[in-house]
């Protein structure tokens, strides 16, 4: 399901047996210039059923169009939807590979 979160593309992955009050915000790799959520989206489906946890996709802007620090004030727009929504911060876990792993570690 896609959705903007405050202006920031992004895309639900929900197994069926998803916990409704947690969810892993998601950062895809791709060296800040590549890669998206299409490229990502099999990861993220495998991740919500084996953690029956809901994942939401990021789709951040990529360099060099976008250079730093887009990458990682949209991630952080995302976190802020997603209490906004409701979310417990204790309830969001953050999850990333390559690029999107550096942000989650910051």
């Not at 009050?21 to 998601?26: D, M, R, S």
């Not at 490229?39 to 976008?66: I, N």
Request: net charge negative; aromatic share 10%; charged share 15%.
């Amino acid at each position: 399901e896609k959705v903007s979160a405050d202006g920031v593309p992004c895309e639900w992955l929900r197994a069926e047996t998803s916990n409704p009050n947690h969810v892993v915000l998601y950062l895809h790799g791709g060296g800040y210039v590549s890669c998206s959520l299409l490229t990502h989206r099999q990861m993220m489906s495998r991740m919500s059923t084996t953690s029956k946890v809901a994942v939401l996709g990021v789709d951040y802007r990529l360099a060099p169009l976008h250079p730093f620090p887009c990458a990682v004030e949209d991630a952080l727009k995302v976190y802020e939807w997603l209490l906004e929504q409701g979310y417990l911060a204790e309830n969001i876990v953050f999850a990333g590979d390559s690029a999107g792993g550096g942000m989650v570690f910051g």
